[in-house]
């Protein structure tokens, strides 16, 4: 689901907090954020889990740069987190779409410290979805305290407050739920899980088309945001805990469920976002924690 319009950025914000603990170093809550090339970021996470790989020319020189690196050596704080963020216990991925630009961020829970890997991406909208049109050549490292998650999250959403409000779960009592006809509900459904951003092809859109602030949404409104959230509970066993997608059409948030087996799109207040995320990673939390006491017991 989604729509075309002229890609322009999100309200990013670049600002480096700089700070003398670097990450994993404790002892401070602020926000470590560091830019770097691919070429740069591909030798850092090589470099960290013992890769050998030949670095581009220049690589080394513009991690020094960024602080990530002593001469030819990662720092060791950035060189841990950089180690342990593939096998993160608790792993978040954030796609956030307004008009044709989107933003794709990793995120990696360790133990006392979020890693945040974002990446803008210009899309080309077809007759099924988006396709990249291309990636930029550069990544957004954000370290910060796992309590600040929301505050690193909100950074690569669109800039409306409905999106990026503080957690607020909607009062079941005020929620809108706006139905597509049975006919087109499954085919929707199949399509929302393939691809979250993917556009609702024009003619399922005329069979489905009685509610215009239903026909907003499922075209994809202004903005879009999808996350799932993943739990590692074995060695090699990355479980999904959850997901959630939101469409922002007119200024009403909606978010569409298909966890029911069936698709339902509800209209919600500002906060759905965060407060959905805090109870994914709350509940991925206690997947890991149970893992371990049942590894730990046998």
Do not use: K
Request: net charge negative; glycine share 10%; with cysteine.
């Amino acid at each position: 689901m989604g729509t075309s319009g002229h890609g322009h950025d999100h309200d990013h914000d670049h600002d480096e907090h700089d700070q003398h603990e670097h990450p994993g170093g404790g002892g401070t809550r602020s926000m470590t954020i560091r830019r770097v090339s691919l070429p740069a970021f591909e030798t850092a996470l090589a470099a960290a889990t013992g890769q050998d790989v030949p670095a581009p020319e220049g690589a080394w020189t513009e991690l020094e740069r960024a602080e990530l690196a002593s001469g030819r050596t990662l720092r060791p704080s950035w060189a841990r987190v950089l180690a342990a963020a593939p096998g993160a216990p608790v792993q978040v991925r954030v796609v956030a779409r307004q008009d044709l630009v989107s933003f794709e961020s990793d995120i990696a829970l360790l133990p006392g410290i979020a890693l945040v890997r974002t990446q803008r991406v210009r899309l080309r909208a077809t007759a099924e979805g988006y396709e990249p049109a291309g990636r930029e050549g550069a990544v957004e490292l954000v370290a910060v305290d796992p309590e600040q998650l929301w505050a690193a999250v909100r950074r690569v959403l669109p800039p409306h407050e409905a999106l990026r409000a503080a957690a607020h779960v909607t009062p079941l009592s005020r929620e809108r739920h706006l139905a597509p006809p049975r006919g087109v509900a499954e085919d929707l459904r199949r399509r929302a899980e393939a691809d979250p951003l993917g556009r609702t092809p024009g003619a399922v859109l005329e069979s489905a088309v009685d509610d215009p602030e239903l026909s907003a949404v499922l075209a994809g409104g202004e903005a879009q945001v999808a996350l799932t959230v993943l739990a590692r509970t074995g060695a090699d066993v990355a479980a999904p805990v959850g997901s959630g997608h939101w469409v922002l059409a007119d200024e009403h948030l909606c978010a569409v469920r298909t966890a029911s087996g069936t698709l339902d799109v509800v209209g919600v207040e500002p906060g759905d976002v965060a407060a959905q995320l805090r109870y994914l990673v709350t509940g991925a939390h206690s997947l890991v924690d149970e893992a371990i006491t049942g590894q730990v017991g046998a």
